[in-house]
């Protein structure tokens, strides 16, 4: 199967600039990244057979984390709104969780506690929410 190899050819920087210059791409048309990387270019000059630094990856796990994905294996969350103003329920836990460790309860004990917290919680949510009747639209 025939693949593309334009990345050999040279790098996208170097081929937008050719285009400009043979009056094919105005320079009003041109991408925003265009005048940053001529401003500030890299280093090193990324090419396809350049070989990786070897750097070690840190890993970034928040204190929180393990306490999330306990969390999402225990109680099934629906997928959450990234736009929305309101608190998630993994932070409620997290809530919860945090002020009883500053009780001076142990990890397990608190988790434990929190998981029961949260459950009384949302069942009073829920239950409220059911109760309530929707609101009619009327139209005049």
Request: net charge positive.
């Amino acid at each position: 199967m025939a693949s593309s190899r334009t990345e050999r050819i040279g790098t996208v920087f170097s081929r937008m600039t050719a285009l400009v210059k043979a009056n094919t791409l105005q320079k009003e048309n041109l991408p925003l990244w265009y005048n940053i990387y001529k401003a500030f270019p890299p280093q090193h000059e990324p090419c396809f057979n350049r070989p990786l630094p070897q750097k070690n990856i840190q890993k970034i796990f928040y204190a929180e984390d393990h306490l999330r994905a306990q969390f999402y294996k225990d109680i099934p969350i629906e997928a959450i709104n990234l736009k929305s103003k309101s608190v998630t329920p993994t932070q409620i836990l997290i809530n919860i969780y945090e002020n009883l460790l500053k009780n001076n309860v142990n990890e397990d004990e608190a988790y434990d506690k929190a998981l029961e917290c949260y459950t009384a919680l949302y069942k009073k949510v829920s239950s409220k929410s059911l109760d309530t009747p929707p609101k009619s639209s009327t139209t005049s």
